[in-house]
C-alpha cells in the first residue's frame, strides 16, 4: 500500500510537472516582456527628447548672451555725447516759428 501511495504520488507530480505552463499563461508573459521593451523603449524617447529640449534651452541661452555682448560691446565703442544737450523734440512747425521769431526765417 505505500508503495501503490508513493507511486500515485511521483506519478501525479511528474503529470504535474510536465504539463507546464498553458498557452493563455505562455502568451500572457509574452505580452508582458513586450510590453515591458515598449515602456523601456518610450522611457528611452522621453528622456532623449528631454535631453534634446535642455541642450536647445542651452544653445539658445549662450546665442542670446553673445548677442547682449555684441551690443554691449558696440555700446562702449560709440562716442558719448559732449556736454549737457537735451535732445530736440519739437515739430517742424514749432522750429519754423522759433526761426521767424528770431528773424531767421
Do not use: H, W, Y
Not at 528611452?44 to 560691446?73: H, M, N, Y
Amino acid at each position: 500500500m505505500k508503495k501503490l501511495l508513493a507511486l500515485l504520488i511521483v506519478a501525479g507530480m511528474a503529470s504535474f510537472v510536465a504539463c507546464g505552463p498553458s498557452q493563455k499563461e505562455l502568451e500572457a508573459k509574452e505580452k508582458a516582456k513586450q510590453d515591458s521593451i515598449a515602456a523601456a523603449e518610450k522611457a528611452k524617447q522621453e528622456a532623449d527628447s528631454l535631453a534634446f529640449v535642455e541642450k536647445e534651452k542651452a544653445r539658445i541661452d549662450s546665442l542670446r548672451a553673445d548677442s547682449i555682448a555684441q551690443v554691449d560691446k558696440k555700446k562702449q565703442n560709440q562716442p558719448r555725447p559732449q556736454g549737457n544737450k537735451k535732445p530736440d523734440n519739437k515739430t517742424n512747425e514749432q522750429k519754423v516759428k522759433e526761426k521767424v521769431k528770431a528773424g531767421r526765417g
